[in-house]
């Protein structure tokens, strides 16, 4: 079945320091979305997408979409405390099924 | 809108004891879908529904596990008898159609 891989598990950085988590698909995606978990919270929607080679920018936060449509990243600039918490990818392939990697932990130093 | 609500928030049990966890999607959202969360296997889906009808069950552990969408307002999750190594956070989450999916606040249950 399709399988998404999501590196690193983890990262501690500086505040100030960017920080890029990065996707991986067995299989072509016809879209790709992106989560972000608080400590003790639910994952909550950022950003979907859908065309091959597609960048969008939320505030310092940078989403790309691979030409492949198998991988994707998600780049922060410049972190700040409020960026902690886990950053999942999720997948939809065959079947329109959603399925999530296993999430980048992110841990900020103030 | 108020979300997705999740009932209860925390459930601790003992080891065969069944549970039933609750779910009420956002108001017009067609999918609804259950995951489990634990730090050893990340978020799986267990289960997902499109209007009312479960569409895709193989997420589901074993047969100890069930789902139930009888109206569109409503779902639950049963497990019965439960285990130790049920214990997780488990989400509900709603979506109006293939684009975000709206998560509940999720379950916390602990099977002693």
């Known amino acids: 079945g399709q399988q998404v891989m999501q590196i690193p598990q983890y990262q501690h950085v500086q505040e100030g320091e960017d920080f890029t988590t990065y996707c991986n698909s067995s299989t072509t995606l016809s879209n790709i979305q992106w989560y972000k978990q608080r400590p003790g919270g639910h994952p909550v929607f950022l950003i979907q997408?859908?065309?091959?080679?597609e960048v969008k920018k939320q505030k310092r936060l940078t989403f790309q979409f691979g030409e492949a449509k198998k991988n994707s990243s998600l780049h922060i600039t410049a972190t700040q405390t409020t960026d902690v918490g886990t950053y999942f990818c999720a997948g939809r392939g065959i079947g329109n099924m959603l399925t999530f990697g296993g999430g980048t932990r992110l841990m900020v130093k103030p | 809108d108020a979300g997705v609500i999740q009932s209860p928030r925390h459930e601790v049990t003992e080891m065969g004891q069944e549970v039933t966890l609750r779910c009420k999607p956002i108001s017009g959202h067609d999918y609804l879908f259950w995951y489990r969360q634990t730090m050893m296997r990340g978020l799986e889906l267990l289960i997902y529904?499109?209007?009312?009808?479960?569409?895709?069950d193989s997420g589901m552990p074993e047969d100890r596990f069930s789902a139930k969408m009888p109206n569109a307002s409503f779902s639950t999750l049963k497990i019965q008898p439960s285990e130790p190594r049920d214990s997780a956070v488990y989400f509900c989450a709603s979506a109006g159609n293939y684009n975000e999916q709206f998560f509940g606040p999720g379950t916390r249950l602990t099977v002693l």
């Open positions: 529904f499109n209007n009312n009808v479960p569409i895709d």
């Open positions: 997408l859908v065309k091959s080679g």
